[in-house]
T-cell receptor, first 115, second 114 residues
């Protein structure tokens, strides 16, 4: 399995500001993933963070709003830019665990509230 | 395309009774199936998976799930529920030879009453 940590665990932000969420994996992984979980909803994939190349964004998500960095094989950041109350969600980082990549493991999540 | 259906938003069960959380799926080819649990204010924790082999899969915390290919189902079960099992449960599927990224169901809230 993979042990994944995220910072911050929660934050309350003002509209129009930006927040950067950090994700650290305890082993080297090729791909890392960022999800959004809105209140009472399932998980929605935002993007796949690839080391050494630009992130791949899912339909409805754009780089200007959710810029992602992937400086090495164990770390990634997601920035939520120019926030509005609609961005209030839990943001989850995930990565495959171990040499067999059939299972994704998740970080504890970042609970974001935008006022 | 792949999809997952969790037909129940909420399942209520008394402590000590058996529990079942339902999941059906649609995928092209052979499925990889997963169950995750999310406790309040926490991330998702992996419970169990079916990749190949025995249709009955055992996982963490006494949970098990049965893969039924003809019914395209992967129901989560536990013989005796605990109050501490109360949480949100997600089923997920992906195709064995397709995209690595799974599709998640909308989740089922399990409430175990004392």
């Amino acid at each position: 399995s993979a042990v994944i940590s995220q910072k911050p665990s929660r934050d309350i932000c003002q509209r129009g500001t930006s927040l950067t969420i950090q994700c650290q994996v305890d082993s080297q992984v090729t791909m890392m993933f960022w999800y959004r979980q809105q209140p009472g909803q399932s998980l929605t994939l935002i993007a796949t963070a690839n080391q050494g190349s630009e992130a791949t964004y899912e339909s409805g998500f754009v780089i200007d709003k959710f810029p992602i960095s992937r400086p090495n094989l164990t770390f990634s950041t997601l920035t939520v830019s120019n926030m509005s109350p609609e961005d209030s969600s839990i943001y989850l980082c995930s990565a495959p665990g171990g040499p067999s990549t059939d299972t994704q493991y998740f970080g504890p999540g970042t609970r974001l509230t935008v006022l | 395309a792949q999809s997952v259906a969790q037909p129940e938003d909420q399942v209520n069960v008394a402590e000590g009774n058996p529990l079942t959380v339902k999941c059906t799926y649609s995928v092209s080819g052979n499925p990889y199936l997963f169950w995750y649990v999310q406790y309040p204010n926490r991330g998702l924790q992996f419970l169990l998976k079916y990749i190949t082999g025995d249709n009955l899969v055992k996982g963490s915390y006494g949970f098990e799930a049965e893969f039924n290919k003809s019914q395209t189902s992967f129901h989560l079960k536990k013989p005796s529920a605990l109050v501490s099992d109360s949480a949100l449960y997600f089923c997920a599927v992906r195709a064995s030879g397709g995209s690595y990224i799974p599709t998640f169901g909308r989740g089922t809230s399990l409430i175990v009453h004392p």
